[in-house]
C-alpha cells in the first residue's frame, strides 16, 4: 500500500524530516530539486527549463493523469509567520541581513536567485490548480504528529511508530549554527514588532493564510 503513496515536499516546512520519514518506509516523494528549479543536476536544469513551475502540475505532466490521480498525495504547510522567517534564514537568502529587507523581497517580488524565489513561494501555489486542491491530505507543521498519524494510519502506520520516529529524529534546523547572531536569535516577537513586516507577510502569503486556515493574528 505504501508504494502508492507520494510525499510532496513543501520548502520550510518539515520537509527535511519528513523525506527521513518516506526514506525509511520507502515512501516516494518530490520536491523542487528534482525539477531542476533551483538546482540539482544540469540535465534536470535543463529538462525542466520552460516546464511548470508548481509541483502539482510538474507532477502531473510526468505522472500522467492516471496514476497521479492513483496516488495517494500529501505535503505539509506551515504558517505563514513563522515560515516567513524560516525562509528568511535559509542559505539561498544570505545576503539578505534583516528580516526587513527580506519582507522588501517579497513586496517587491525580487529575489536573489530562482532558489531564494522557490523557498519563498506560496505553498497554495504548489498544491492548486485551476482552483482545486491537487493533494489528498495536508499536514501542519503545528500538528504534525497527530496529522501525519491520521493520514498514515490507514495504510499501517500507527501513532506509536511517528512518535517514537520523532522521538528519534528531533526537528533541527542544523543551518542556524553557521547563521549571523541575528538571523540565529531572531524570534516571531522581535521579527514582526512593526506593522511593515506583519503587513508584507500577510499580503504575499495571503493565499497560505485562507486555504490552510491560519489566523493572521497568530505568529506561531
Not at 516567513?84 to 525580487?110: G, M, Y
Not at 516571531?188 to 508584507?200: G, H, P, Q
Request: net charge positive; glycine share 4%.
Amino acid at each position: 500500500m505504501l508504494n502508492n503513496l507520494l510525499f510532496i515536499r513543501m520548502p520550510r516546512c518539515a520537509s527535511a524530516s519528513l523525506k527521513t520519514f518516506c526514506d525509511i518506509h520507502k515512501i516516494d516523494y518530490v520536491g523542487g530539486t528534482d525539477y531542476g528549479f533551483w538546482g540539482g543536476s544540469l540535465s534536470n536544469r535543463l529538462k525542466y527549463k520552460f516546464t511548470p513551475y508548481c509541483l502539482s502540475k510538474r507532477i502531473l505532466i510526468d505522472y500522467g493523469t492516471k496514476k497521479f490521480n492513483e496516488k495517494f498525495k500529501f505535503t505539509s504547510v506551515r504558517n505563514p509567520y513563522s515560515r516567513a522567517l524560516s525562509i528568511w534564514r535559509h542559505d539561498s537568502f544570505s545576503k539578505i541581513h534583516t528580516f526587513t529587507e527580506f519582507c522588501k523581497c517579497l513586496n517587491s517580488q525580487s529575489f536573489p536567485s530562482a532558489r531564494a524565489k522557490w523557498h519563498a513561494s506560496a505553498s497554495a501555489d504548489h498544491v492548486f490548480t485551476e482552483g482545486e486542491l491537487r493533494v489528498d491530505c495536508v499536514l501542519k507543521v503545528e500538528s504534525l504528529v497527530t496529522d501525519l498519524s491520521n493520514c498514515m494510519h490507514p495504510f499501517g502506520i500507527s501513532i506509536d511508530q511517528i512518535s517514537e520516529f520523532f522521538d528519534a529524529n528531533p526537528r533541527i534546523d542544523n543551518s542556524i549554527k553557521l547563521l549571523s547572531d541575528e538571523k540565529s536569535t531572531m524570534t516571531l516577537d522581535s521579527a514582526y514588532v512593526s506593522s511593515f513586516e506583519r503587513d508584507s507577510v500577510r499580503k504575499f502569503y495571503a493565499k497560505d493564510f485562507e486555504t490552510f486556515g491560519y489566523s493572521e493574528e497568530v505568529f506561531w
